[in-house]
């Protein structure tokens, strides 16, 4: 199953245009999953898309099971959070920094995703967006450090695979207004 997941993801990433995805490093202390995609609109667009998480993240991801209760915050100190229920919640990051520079936006968000969070990692979740002559550059990067006794490189490519889920439809987002 997890196969299928991770060939539709890829199959998203090619549609949306010249895209790449990969672990760039896993040892057992850590990993950095990178992905890069060009998407045909405005770098403005790409931006309003990226910190609209709840319009893209997958479902199937979420504590709650519905992405639409994610909410982003995009200041520094800003939760990227999950509310539900009865009082439910849950932080998945915490917003490090929001900056425009020279035309490139970056996102920049510290927290453990997932089953991440209770094994004490930290993770630092970047994104740039960038212009491009053919529309927008959307960078992500997630570099996740811990305990050598968690056996992070063996947990790397279960991460990729889902991080490359949620890039592929932050790519389509962007590109169609739709992530399916």
């Given at each position: 199953m997890r196969l299928?997941?991770?060939?539709a993801?890829?199959?998203?990433?090619?549609w949306a245009g010249s895209a790449r995805a990969e672990v760039v490093q896993a040892g057992p202390t850590g990993f950095i999953v990178r992905a890069e995609s060009t998407v045909a609109t405005s770098p403005e667009r790409a931006w309003r898309a990226l910190v609209r998480p709840g319009r893209w993240w997958s479902s199937e991801h979420t504590y709650s099971g519905d992405?639409?209760?994610?909410?982003l915050d995009a200041r520094a100190g800003g939760c990227w959070c999950e509310r539900w229920g009865a009082g439910q919640s849950v932080e998945h990051a915490r917003v490090l920094l929001v900056m425009e520079r020279e035309?490139?936006?970056?996102?920049?968000?510290l927290g453990?995703?997932?089953?991440?969070?209770?094994?004490?990692?930290?993770g630092v979740l970047t994104?740039?967006?960038a212009p491009d002559p053919t529309g927008a550059k959307i960078t992500m990067t997630y570099r996740v450090a811990g305990d050598?006794?968690?056996g992070l490189e063996q947990l790397a490519p279960l991460v990729d695979m889902v991080l490359m889920?949620?890039?592929g439809r932050l790519v389509r987002f962007t590109a169609s207004g739709s992530s399916d």
């Amino acid at each position: 199953m997890r196969l299928v997941i991770a060939a539709a993801a890829l199959a998203g990433l090619l549609w949306a245009g010249s895209a790449r995805a990969e672990v760039v490093q896993a040892g057992p202390t850590g990993f950095i999953v990178r992905a890069e995609s060009t998407v045909a609109t405005s770098p403005e667009r790409a931006w309003r898309a990226l910190v609209r998480p709840g319009r893209w993240w997958s479902s199937e991801h979420t504590y709650s099971g519905d992405a639409g209760r994610m909410s982003l915050d995009a200041r520094a100190g800003g939760c990227w959070c999950e509310r539900w229920g009865a009082g439910q919640s849950v932080e998945h990051a915490r917003v490090l920094l929001v900056m425009e520079r020279e035309g490139l936006r970056t996102l920049r968000l510290l927290g453990g995703l997932g089953p991440l969070q209770e094994m004490g990692v930290s993770g630092v979740l970047t994104f740039t967006v960038a212009p491009d002559p053919t529309g927008a550059k959307i960078t992500m990067t997630y570099r996740v450090a811990g305990d050598a006794g968690q056996g992070l490189e063996q947990l790397a490519p279960l991460v990729d695979m889902v991080l490359m889920e949620q890039f592929g439809r932050l790519v389509r987002f962007t590109a169609s207004g739709s992530s399916d």
